[in-house]
């Protein structure tokens, strides 16, 4: 049975954004005593994506069996928590409203304070988990579902975004272009998996340029190249070689990341970079960056994949920052979709 120390800050962490739902336990800020992740993936896959309603209900089925699965990992009773903190935006609004209110009711059945969490943040902070040497400030590279943002660490919870995605994110190109050559959701592992059996120099994909910022992406346009590569093979009558287009389509992804993100670590002056969110997780992008830091003399930080994809542990080391800030949240605590960083 795990035991409070005198001065230790526990925290249990909740996240339900999207279609994990997770609970942790993070002591100090560093040491993860348990995390817990239940999976829908199943529930979606049928539908070929993130439905937002089946996900809130399997959200409403599982949270409290994650919670005290994680407690009980972690032989830690409700009690003895310092803090609870939990996702409250960005994300699906159903969804997140699950794990709000679940925190919010533990905080005033206990008395236990809650902190609310941006979920950016958190992928962010998942870096501290595995590297306990890693201090702000340095450059993040935030890669999931929903963002491409290119953010100077200040400090702890302290952000500055230099660049972002002016189109789509890049996990949903990933998803989409996984859609359209028929590996289905979802779609970033499995053109991981498939781009090991294909020439990622076989198709020349474009590598989109964003003239006023350097440090911003795009990623529509590499989209509708492989859309229109995919209808000019059926067209002509051509077989696709499933595995070339994911694994050209992958090069050029990772070439533009590790290209805008050196140019921002060298430019800003900082030896350090992270990378953080579901596609850090992508193996082409974590030999590419390592490469490529090695070579530039700048220390690479990227968490285990599953730190990477969506889990509590970050929440509750972004979380014991806060906490120790001082920031507190009171019972109007909501949901906020378009949360802001
Ligand atoms: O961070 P995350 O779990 O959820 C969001 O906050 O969005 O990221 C999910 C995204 C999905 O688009 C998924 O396809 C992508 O991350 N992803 C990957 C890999 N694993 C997950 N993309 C590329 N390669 C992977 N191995
Ligand atoms: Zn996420």
Same mark, same amino acid.
């Given at each position: 049975m795990e035991q409070n120390r005198?001065?230790?800050?526990?925290?249990?962490?909740?996240?339900?954004?999207?279609?994990?739902?997770?609970?942790?336990?993070?002591?100090?800020?560093?040491?993860?005593?348990?995390?817990?992740?239940?999976?829908?993936?199943? %529930?979606?896959?049928?539908?070929? +994506?993130?439905?937002?309603? &089946? @996900?809130?209900? #399997?959200?409403?089925?599982?949270? *409290?069996?994650?919670?005290?699965?994680?407690?009980?990992?972690?032989?830690?009773?409700?009690?003895?928590?310092?803090?609870i903190a939990v996702t409250y935006g960005p994300g699906l609004v159903g969804a997140l409203l699950v794990g709000v209110s679940a925190a919010k009711a533990i905080s005033f059945?206990?008395?236990?304070?809650?902190?609310?969490?941006?979920?950016?943040?958190?992928?962010?902070?998942?870096?501290?988990?595995?590297?306990?040497e890693l201090e702000p400030p340095f450059v993040c590279l935030v890669a999931s579902g929903g963002h491409s943002h290119l953010v100077v660490v200040r400090d702890y919870g302290e952000y500055e975004i230099i660049g972002r995605t002016r189109d789509d994110a890049a996990g949903e190109a990933f998803d989409k272009?996984?859609?359209?050559?028929?590996?289905?959701?979802?779609?970033?592992?499995?053109? %991981?998996?498939?781009?090991?059996? +294909?020439?990622?120099?076989? &198709? @020349?994909?474009? #590598?989109?340029?964003?003239?006023? *910022?350097?440090y911003d992406f795009s990623f529509s346009g590499l989209k509708s190249a492989v859309l229109n590569y995919l209808n000019g093979c059926k067209m002509k009558g051509e077989t696709v070689c499933q595995a070339d287009v994911a694994a050209s389509f992958q090069k050029a992804v990772t070439d533009v990341l590790v290209e805008h993100s050196l140019h921002a670590v060298q430019e800003y002056g900082y030896d350090k970079?992270?990378?953080?969110?579901?596609?850090?997780?992508?193996?082409?992008?974590r030999a590419a960056f390592g490469q490529e830091c090695a070579k530039a003399g700048i220390r690479f930080y990227h968490p285990s994949p599953v730190y990477c994809t969506d889990n509590a542990a970050m929440i509750g080391v972004a979380g014991y920052y806060e906490y120790r800030k001082g920031i507190r949240h009171g019972y109007d605590l909501n949901a906020v979709p378009n949360l802001q960083l």
């Open positions: 005198k001065g230790d800050v526990t925290i249990l962490a909740v996240e339900t954004s999207c279609d994990e739902t997770a609970a942790s336990v993070v002591r100090n800020g560093r040491e993860v005593l348990s995390n817990v992740i239940y999976t829908q993936i199943a %529930d979606h896959t049928r539908y070929g +994506g993130v439905v937002p309603e &089946i @996900a809130s209900r #399997r959200h409403i089925e599982k949270i *409290n069996q994650v919670i005290e699965e994680a407690l009980s990992q972690a032989g830690m009773s409700l009690r003895e928590l310092s803090a059945a206990t008395g236990v304070p809650l902190v609310g969490i941006h979920h950016i943040s958190g992928h962010i902070s998942a870096n501290y988990i595995e590297y306990p272009v996984a859609r359209a050559i028929g590996l289905g959701y979802p779609g970033g592992p499995k053109i %991981d998996r498939l781009s090991k059996e +294909g020439n990622p120099d076989a &198709i @020349a994909f474009p #590598r989109a340029k964003i003239v006023d *910022n350097a970079f992270a990378i953080a969110g579901g596609v850090a997780s992508n193996s082409s992008l």
